[in-house]
């Protein structure tokens, strides 16, 4: 690597540092001192370590050990720009891979937080269908007691109209033996107390009209015997 002297013999000009080649890199924002920096502070030393040789060989001293001096100076240059190249890349090659990492863990969390949306509504739907359940199984219930009750008072309106439809069928049986006893058709629609109706006699059909408030019971229904003819 070739040396550059300034200007009258005013020592030696290092290379441009890395952080002037390198764009793109930024020093941590922690608070440790970065590698580049703490090179730099070397180069800077060694810079002014070289600046007091030269003038000590501007003087007349001993020649050899400075060139050695300067040889090593050169190669330590060296190894030190190798090392800032370095760092440089693997400053680079970190950023590099952070850069898809941190858009992993963006997309993990942004999945995430879609999970946690989906199992709120289905917690939330779970709730709302459990409490429709509930109120269906009540409503279930209540429907059911109704109708228990309905079936019930259906067996009872059907006792009584087979209690009611044998005694429709004994009073039929008695009005019809009563009418070919007596042969008497009865008016049912008149008002009480009057007694109405026609009396079908062997020759000819008498009408029947009796105030009962009027007579006795004894008197109404031996009237009504009398009509009947003795030969039926």
Same mark, same amino acid.
């Given at each position: 690597?070739?040396?550059?002297?300034? /200007?009258? &013999?005013?020592?030696? +000009?290092?290379?441009?540092?890395?952080? @002037? /080649?390198?764009?793109?890199?930024?020093?941590?924002?922690?608070?440790?001192?970065?590698?580049?920096?703490?090179?730099?502070?070397?180069?800077?030393?060694?810079?002014?370590?070289?600046?007091?040789?030269?003038?000590?060989?501007?003087?007349?001293?001993?020649?050899?050990?400075?060139?050695?001096?300067?040889?090593?100076?050169?190669?330590?240059? @060296?190894?030190?720009?190798?090392?800032?190249?370095?760092?440089?890349?693997? +400053?680079?090659?970190?950023?590099?891979?952070?850069?898809?990492?941190?858009?992993?863990?963006?997309?993990?969390?942004?999945?995430?937080?879609?999970?946690?949306?989906?199992?709120?509504?289905? @917690?939330?739907?779970?709730?709302?269908?459990?409490?429709?359940?509930?109120?269906?199984?009540?409503?279930?219930?209540?429907?059911?007691?109704?109708?228990?009750?309905?079936?019930?008072?259906? &067996?009872?309106?059907?006792? @009584?109209?087979?209690?009611?439809?044998?005694?429709?069928?004994?009073?039929?049986?008695?009005?019809?033996?009563?009418?070919?006893?007596?042969?008497?058709?009865?008016?049912?629609?008149?008002?009480?107390?009057?007694?109405? &109706?026609?009396?079908?006699?062997?020759?000819?059909?008498?009408?029947?009209?009796?105030?009962?408030?009027?007579?006795?019971?004894?008197? +109404?229904?031996?009237?009504?015997?009398?009509?009947?003819?003795?030969?039926?």
């Amino acid at each position: 690597m070739a040396r550059r002297w300034g /200007r009258g &013999g005013g020592g030696y +000009v290092p290379p441009p540092r890395q952080s @002037d /080649r390198t764009s793109g890199w930024s020093a941590p924002e922690c608070g440790e001192r970065p590698p580049t920096a703490m090179m730099n502070e070397q180069m800077q030393e060694m810079e002014e370590v070289s600046k007091e040789l030269l003038k000590l060989l501007a003087a007349g001293g001993a020649g050899n050990l400075l060139k050695r001096s300067l040889d090593r100076q050169e190669k330590m240059f @060296d190894k030190l720009l190798e090392t800032q190249l370095t760092a440089a890349q693997l +400053v680079k090659d970190l950023l590099a891979t952070e850069e898809p990492v941190a858009r992993t863990l963006l997309a993990g969390e942004e999945e995430m937080q879609s999970s946690l949306q989906k199992v709120q509504a289905m @917690d939330e739907a779970l709730r709302r269908a459990s409490e429709d359940d509930a109120s269906l199984r009540a409503d279930s219930s209540a429907l059911r007691r109704e109708l228990e009750e309905l079936r019930a008072e259906l &067996g009872r309106l059907q006792d @009584d109209m087979e209690d009611d439809a044998g005694m429709v069928h004994s009073a039929t049986y008695i009005a019809q033996l009563y009418y070919k006893i007596s042969r008497i058709d009865w008016d049912y629609e008149c008002e009480h107390p009057q007694i109405k &109706g026609i009396h079908h006699g062997p020759a000819i059909a008498q009408p029947i009209s009796i105030d009962s408030s009027q007579h006795s019971t004894c008197f +109404v229904s031996d009237y009504l015997w009398s009509l009947v003819d003795t030969a039926w």
